[in-house]
């Protein structure tokens, strides 16, 4: 009897605490940004795309005037110009929907704990212009293998630097987006899966570069297994004979058929093209075949 009465105990007080735990987690769900519906797609334009010729108000107008809804914006380092560039997107009836980070410089794979420290900190910068210009995500490149930094180190410092800064990505309102890049790693889609997930938080996710595994991987299969984490993606075409970028729908990308993962997969949000830049012509165009991509053509 009294084994039964402490399996009893044991079973209640587990579903005690998966109650907490599931509470926890809901409560911290309602924290982040709102998640557009499946299926309803945006295009976006990364800022430094657009004729740096022009003031700022005609760029963001012209962005605007081809067809686009929202903007990426590098992190600028300085708050009130954030909060200009923030206002005058939304006078241009645009949304600055993401910072793109990058993390090259100051790689949060490192083994020199200033340059560790430093990048951090340059995160952390980034994650507070993100929020002054209004955007919900930041793209991180989270660490570089190579000679002198070794895949498993790699792994293992960008992770627990990573979830250093998880604190302040909440405090923000802003997401850590992970960003699958010719950096030497995160090379198939079930380590890049499981990256992300071993951080148990909805506050690190996935930035998914469609162009980016096309050298050695078909985008379509990633999507369906990277599946929700994905809650950003960048746009651009590659092909594999010459091994280079090309302009969307000129490469080697099955489009119909990445139209069809992301449908399954229930994504929903922006498709931002990461591309040269160009004129009222060349932009306008751009618009249009991202429109034949979310048509599924």
Not at 52 to 78: T, V, W
Not at 162 to 184: C, F, H, M, S, T
Not at 256 to 270: N, W
Request: aromatic share 8%; hydrophobic share 40%.
């Amino acid at each position: 009897m009294g084994e039964v009465m402490d399996r009893r105990g044991f079973l209640a007080a587990s579903a005690g605490v998966l109650a907490v735990g599931a509470a926890a987690s809901a409560a911290e769900e309602r924290e982040l940004p709102r998640k557009p519906p499946a299926g309803q797609l945006r295009k976006a334009v990364i800022f430094g795309m657009l004729p740096d010729s022009m003031p700022m108000a005609d760029r963001l107008k012209l962005a605007k005037d081809c067809g686009f809804d929202g903007i990426e914006s590098e992190p600028l380092g300085d708050l009130k110009a954030a909060e200009e560039r923030r206002s005058a997107a939304e006078a241009a009836g645009l949304e600055v929907h993401s910072v793109i980070y990058g993390g090259w410089d100051k790689p949060l794979s490192t083994g020199d704990p200033a340059v560790a420290a430093a990048g951090k900190e340059a995160v952390r910068s980034a994650l507070r212009d993100a929020r002054a210009l209004g955007a919900t995500s930041l793209l991180l490149v989270p660490g570089i293998v190579n000679e002198k930094t070794r895949y498993i180190d790699c792994y293992e410092r960008s992770q627990r630097n990573v979830k250093d800064l998880i604190p302040e990505a909440k405090a923000q309102g802003v997401q850590i987006l992970i960003e699958e890049v010719w950096n030497n790693f995160l090379m198939s889609p079930l380590e890049y899966s499981r990256y992300v997930d071993e951080f148990k938080s909805p506050w690190v996710q996935s930035y998914f570069d469609v162009g980016n595994v096309v050298a050695f991987a078909w985008p379509e299969d990633w999507i369906r297994t990277l599946g929700k984490r994905i809650r950003r993606l960048h746009l651009k075409d590659f092909k594999r004979g010459p091994r280079q970028f090309v302009h969307l729908r000129d490469g080697d990308i099955n489009w119909p058929e990445v139209r069809k993962a992301l449908a399954e997969v229930g994504y929903g949000g922006y498709m931002t093209a990461e591309l040269n830049g160009g004129d009222a012509a060349y932009l306008k165009d751009l618009a249009a075949r991202m429109d034949l991509i979310i048509a599924g053509k």
